[in-house]
């Protein structure tokens, strides 16, 4: 027996009160001081089966604090690696800026140095105010609201666009061609069944009536399916001011677009939810409203794109389009032609058009190896491969005149353009018909853009060779010929003689970017096509008076290298509380303040570019922002904004993550606001992220 046992129980015999109840209070103490029903070991006999199980649970104890102990000192082991990994990422972050930083300084410097050498003129900029950049701005929305307007019943000619969450530019350019190309062929077929059937007819019955019944009936199988299509890749046939019916067509080029992804975005089931209360409980205005604008979001069983879907539409094809290719195949043979290349130094990289000897070398060798595996040969006549050439070469006309028509659809649908896939020099000319030669170009911007080609540097390494301008362009002989003036000849003759100097440098880059620009052709006036939409658009004629990289370029294109200031002035804060009433949930020093305004503008100027734009992505569906932002409150209906939302009516819990709504661009935070900790709002953020990637709809 245990010698606390053994005195207790004399203690017991000669009845000593004080002691007795002492031992009674210890046993009670420590009878479950191992675990329920196990005491220390000490309370009993080492004999006895009781002090055999309380050994062994103090045994199974101490293992059990050996293998917390160890489990602590992993985790804090994984967290300190973690750590020391993330600020190894920042290290190497903070090193690319400032890489890129000092390579932009160092060719802004030679940039410089060159124009100062070659008496280039900085361009005289004119501070353009903001009441005056707003009015330019209201002169390109409404050009573009006008030719909105040349499309009868815009709003009602609308298609649904399905997609694949991650989907790829390439593949829907694809199908789209194979769709548009059946399509021509029923147009075709109805033109010649409407030749067929008009000259059947005789004199009397050949009025326009009668050859409009019969034109509907043979063309309406082709209308139907052009319903069906975005027509990217359609031939527009050269609209009769007398031929109703092709006015009609014309209109199919140009829709509504509705986008909808495969995880879909949630107006359905917000309608559904909707609904299932309404039987259950008496509805609120406010989830009368939510009802009403959930019907809205549907159309045909489908959600309706409102602004969020859209944007990531447009997002995805132009972050594709510098890998966008056009497949050329035979019965027996396939290859695919890139139609941008990379041009370009250091930080000024582009993806500019192949030119016209690409193209043509690219499909002649194709066709030459093609006849080599079947005749064994690489021998061919011209006459024999030239339909083949011909319907190769259209078919990339069609591909570069498509990215055209996007950018057209883009601009109509008042979406801004991420463009890095094009020098400077040829986005001009495909967005706004500007050429060097035009009064807008100064020698300035021109310098600027064949210095972010190359070209700039090519051009100075010729002067003191004693090169002439006909050693160094061959389209002179062309050019004399084509003139009918003698004056003009003999001008252009005088050119041809001139030597490459300092003093004329300017003359020879204009030249150059000419050249440039005729060398590819083939792309620039597809491209040119489907923007303008064969003419019927010309935004540089329209908007002439806007200068165009002070402003024009501005209101077209966004900008992806989003800088944490301008981030930090585009976020507004909302706030959704159950009691309207109490003013304290606006104004009051609190949490949510807190996170508006000191919090999140610090993680945002924490924040790489990358970091930035995957922000401004899963608010908005679109990764990047618009150059001209008014810096106070405005009233416009077109001013960016995102939302940081903190919403206490559709709170469940403090802990909720953040919801993204890219249609409203809103982020909405629970009304606790994470108590305004940081760490926590980053955790919770990453969590979101984790969940749905960049880019998801309406993220709950």
């Known amino acids: 027996r245990s010698m606390f046992e053994e005195q207790g129980r004399g203690i017991a015999a000669r009845r000593c009160p004080l002691h007795y109840a002492v031992y009674q209070y ?37 293992e059990d604090l050996i293998h917390e102990i160890e489990k602590a000192r992993q985790e804090a082991m994984a967290k ?97 061609y194979a769709f548009d190309e059946d399509l021509s062929k029923l147009q075709k077929k109805a033109d010649a069944d409407i030749a067929k ?82 039987k259950v409980e008496k509805q609120t205005k406010k989830e009368k409203k939510e009802e009403r604008k959930a019907k809205e979001l549907v159309i045909d069983g ?24 056009v497949p050329l195949e035979t019965d027996e043979d396939k290859t695919e032609l890139e139609l941008f290349e990379q041009v370009g ?24 190896q093609k006849n080599k595996e079947i005749t064994g040969t690489e021998e061919y006549h011209d006459c024999e491969i030239e339909y083949e050439r011909k319907c190769f070469l259209e078919k990339i006309k069609k591909y570069y005149r498509a990215v055209g028509r996007i950018f057209l659809h883009a601009m109509l649908d008042n ?43 090519q051009a100075q390494k010729l002067i003191g060779q004693g090169m002439k301008f006909g050693d160094c362009f061959s389209d002179y002989d062309e050019e004399i010929e084509k003139q009918s003036s003698e004056e003009k000849k003999e001008m252009l003759r005088k050119e041809m003689e001139e030597v490459v100097t300092a003093e004329n440098i300017t003359k020879f880059l204009k030249k150059k970017a000419k050249i440039s620009l005729a060398e590819r052709s083939i792309a620039i006036n597809s491209m040119i096509e489907g923007v303008t939409l064969g003419g019927r658009f010309n935004m540089g004629e329209h908007l002439v008076a806007i200068p165009i990289e002070e402003a024009m370029i501005k209101f077209i294109f966004a900008k992806s290298q989003i800088e ?28 949510r303040l807190e996170l508006f305004n000191k919090v999140i503008p610090e993680i945002i100027e924490e924040w790489t570019y990358k970091e930035r734009r995957d922000f401004v992505k899963l608010c908005t569906g679109f990764d990047a922002i618009p150059f001209v932002i008014p810096k106070e409150e405005s009233d416009d209906s077109n001013a960016f904004k ?55 709809f309406d993220m709950g």
């Open 26 to 62: 210890v046993f009670e103490l420590y009878s479950d001081y191992r675990e329920p029903g196990v005491g220390h070991e000490a309370l009993y006999d080492v004999r006895t089966a009781e002090y055999k199980k309380a050994k062994q649970s103090f045994s199974q104890r101490q």
């Open 80 to 176: 300190v690696e973690k750590l020391q990994e993330e600020a190894k990422q920042f290290k190497d972050q903070m090193e690319d800026v400032q890489k890129v930083n000092k390579e932009l300084a160092e060719e802004m410097k030679e940039l410089r140095e060159l124009k100062t050498k070659f008496n280039i003129r900085e361009k005289e900029i004119e501070k353009i105010s903001d009441a005056k950049m707003k009015k330019m701005n209201g002169s390109y929305r409404n050009y573009w609201k006008e030719k909105r307007a040349y499309f009868v019943d815009l709003k009602k000619n609308k298609i649904n666009i399905d997609l694949e969450q991650d989907f790829l530019f390439q593949n829907f350019c694809d199908a789209q």
């Open 197 to 278: 059937a008009i000259k059947k007819l005789s004199e009397i019955d050949k009025t326009e009536d009668k050859i409009l019944d019969i034109s509907r009936q043979k063309r309406e199988k082709y209308l139907q399916k052009i319903q069906d299509s975005p027509c990217l890749f359609l031939n527009i046939k050269v609209v009769e001011k007398s031929n109703r019916n092709l006015e009609e067509e014309r209109n199919h080029f140009i829709k509504m677009w509705n986008i909808t992804y495969e995880s879909g975005t949630t107006g359905v089931e917000l309608e559904k939810q909707t609904r299932k209360k309404k």
């Open 302 to 325: 489908k959600a309706k794109d409102e602004g969020g879907p859209t944007r990531q539409f447009y997002s995805t094809i132009f972050d594709q389009l510098c890998s966008l290719k």
């Open 345 to 368: 130094k250091g930080v000024d990289k582009y993806y500019d058009p192949r030119s016209d000897d690409q193209i043509t070398q690219f499909i002649t060798n194709f066709i030459k």
């Open 415 to 457: 979406q801004k353009i991420v463009c890095n896939s094009m020098s400077c020099l040829i986005r001009n000319a495909v967005f706004l018909s500007a050429f060097p030669d035009d009064d807008c170009y100064c020698d300035a911007d021109l310098i600027n853009t064949l210095h972010a080609t190359g070209d700039f540097e």
């Open 564 to 591: 944490a200031i301008d981030l930090i002035d585009i976020l507004k804060m909302d706030v959704q509380p159950k009691d309207e009433n109490n003013p304290e949930n606006f104004s009051a020093p609190n949490d």
């Open 642 to 696: 995102i939302t940081i939302e903190f919403n206490e009516i559709e709170e469940k819990s403090p802990d909720d993550l953040p919801i993204f709504h890219t249609c409203d661009n809103v982020m909405k935070i629970p009304f606790s606001a994470y108590e305004g900790n940081k760490q926590v709002f980053l955790s919770k953020l990453q969590i979101s992220i984790d969940c749905v990637g960049i880019g998801g």
